[in-house]
């Protein structure tokens, strides 16, 4: 049950966009159309971003995107704002269990 | 309005044992899959039990056998048993609510109870 591997930080100005990766294995990330992405600030609980790879719950902005390729998944947050500081986590369904990725801190130059 | 509230955290001694409550409001916990996830002081977050719909439990290896997660129906509350406590078992417990329909997605989340396990 290894965590899925992000990196540890990403960054970017305002308007651009950031890319952030979560690789696991054929029996979680690639083995499944169930991973998910969360977005954390400092002393809350994490946000639910995007679901089933590439969907947005209402309310969360088309900034954010979601995809995914064998066993790496990615998201995508395009015109950076000052309040998408924040930890991002990845997780898939894996059968058994659910796989969290370690987390990525963003930071808006 | 959906909600979860953690409550039951507290400072354990090593060894100790402690029961973590979840009470839901807006929906019924019985109908969707729950989920226990932790998150030790500025570290990540780590996955450590669901209870399915019907009932069927899962957990983490490292806390298999020690740690139980069941609800309580009537009272519309899930609840996580934690025994044989370690230092590692320090951490923000969170409850979450699996999307309806989903395997995995977590829609709804708790404000958390921290956990201290410490002598």
């Known amino acids: 049950q290894s965590a899925l591997t992000q990196p540890p930080s990403a960054s970017g100005s305002p308007g651009q966009s950031v890319i952030i990766s979560c690789t696991g294995t054929?029996?979680?990330?690639?083995?499944?159309?169930?991973v998910s992405w969360y977005q954390q600030h400092p002393g809350k609980a994490p946000k639910l971003i995007i679901y089933?790879?590439?969907k947005r719950p209402s309310g969360v902005p088309d900034r954010f995107s979601g995809s995914k390729s064998g066993n790496t998944a990615s998201l995508t947050v395009s015109g950076l704002q000052a309040e998408d500081e924040a930890d991002y986590y990845c997780?898939?369904?894996?059968?058994?269990?659910?796989?969290f990725g370690g987390g990525t801190k963003l930071t808006v130059l | 309005e959906v909600q979860l509230v953690e409550s039951g955290g507290g400072l354990v001694q090593p060894g100790g044992s402690l029961r973590l409550s979840c009470a839901a409001s807006?929906?019924?916990?019985?109908?969707?899959?729950m989920h226990w996830v932790r998150q030790a002081p500025g570290k990540g977050l780590v996955w450590v039990s669901r209870?399915?719909?019907?009932?069927?439990?899962t957990y983490a290896d490292s806390v298999k056998g020690r740690f139980t997660v069941s609800r309580d129906n009537a009272k519309n509350t899930l609840y996580l048993q934690v025994n044989s406590l370690r230092a590692e078992d320090t951490a923000v417990y969170y409850c979450?609510?699996?999307?309806?329909?989903?395997?995995?997605?977590?829609?709804?989340w708790g404000q958390g109870t921290l956990l201290t396990v410490s002598s």
């Open positions: 979450a609510r699996v999307r309806g329909g989903d395997i995995a997605a977590a829609d709804y």
């Open positions: 807006g929906f019924t916990v019985s109908g969707f899959w």
């Open positions: 209870i399915k719909s019907d009932g069927t439990t």
């Open positions: 054929s029996s979680d990330v690639g083995g499944y159309n169930s």
């Open positions: 089933e790879v590439n």
């Open positions: 997780d898939s369904y894996a059968g058994s269990n659910t796989i």
